[in-house]
């Protein structure tokens, strides 16, 4: 009989033990799931305070903030970043407008932790059917969305202007300029053909915010 009374205490103590790691892991979980609430919550409020943003857009993500905010915005969106944190200038890494992998590049003001300025690098090209192609496929499309373009200038010195390769030569020696640009209530956006080095020519585009760029101006003022 005592070892029964023994052996019913035992089992009595043991089914104890799984109720109470039973209830903890289930506080566990009520705890995670709170917080996937809050995290679901902030990326709502964030999403919503994007939408009304006053600020020019790039991807739908607001040309405002601090870089830290504006790189981690980016990357809900597929974009990596591939340069320092610590650096004045993000390099991101996506894919936009139909182009992958696009070099992206951050820009703030100066001495001041404001995002003003989106560079887009599209792929370089050897060819001018290709170069040109990239240029007037974007420059269409953003047309259809902005509607007329504030200013256009696209030559080639007349030297030049025969055939494809000889256009290509024209584009790397800088003789040339092709530069449309487009007016929004929330600022600019500049299309243009770009060359850096020999053989590395590729399309451009810049997206400019209009408030956080008369902030710059008023200090600029202030200082005469």
Not at 93 to 105: I, P, R
Not at 139 to 167: H, Q
Request: proline residues 1%.
């Amino acid at each position: 009989m005592k070892k029964f009374f023994t052996f019913l205490l035992v089992v009595i103590l043991v089914l104890g033990c799984f109720r109470f790691c039973n209830m903890m892991m289930n506080q566990d979980d009520t705890k995670g799931e709170g917080g996937g609430e809050y995290i679901e919550a902030d990326y709502v409020a964030d999403s919503v305070a994007m939408e009304q943003s006053t600020h020019l857009k790039f991807k739908g993500v607001p040309i405002d903030g601090s870089l830290e905010q504006f790189v981690t915005r980016m990357g809900r969106r597929g974009f990596e970043a591939v340069s320092d944190r610590s650096a004045e200038e993000q390099h991101l890494v996506g894919d936009f407008a139909g182009f992958k992998e696009c070099d992206v590049y951050v820009s703030t003001l100066d001495n001041n932790d404001l995002v003003a300025q989106i560079t887009v690098r599209f792929p370089s090209r050897e060819q001018w059917k290709y170069l040109y192609g990239d240029y007037k496929n974007l420059k269409d499309m953003l047309v259809e969305k902005y509607g007329r373009p504030a200013s256009c200038v696209e030559w080639i010195e007349s030297l030049y202007n025969t055939d494809e390769s000889s256009r290509m030569i024209a584009i790397n020696m800088g003789n040339y300029k092709y530069n449309t640009r487009f007016a929004t209530d929330e600022g600019d956006i500049i299309l243009s053909i770009e060359h850096r080095s020999f053989r590395l020519c590729f399309v451009q585009l810049v997206y400019r915010d209009k408030e956080n760029g008369e902030t710059v101006r008023d200090a600029a003022m202030e200082d005469l």
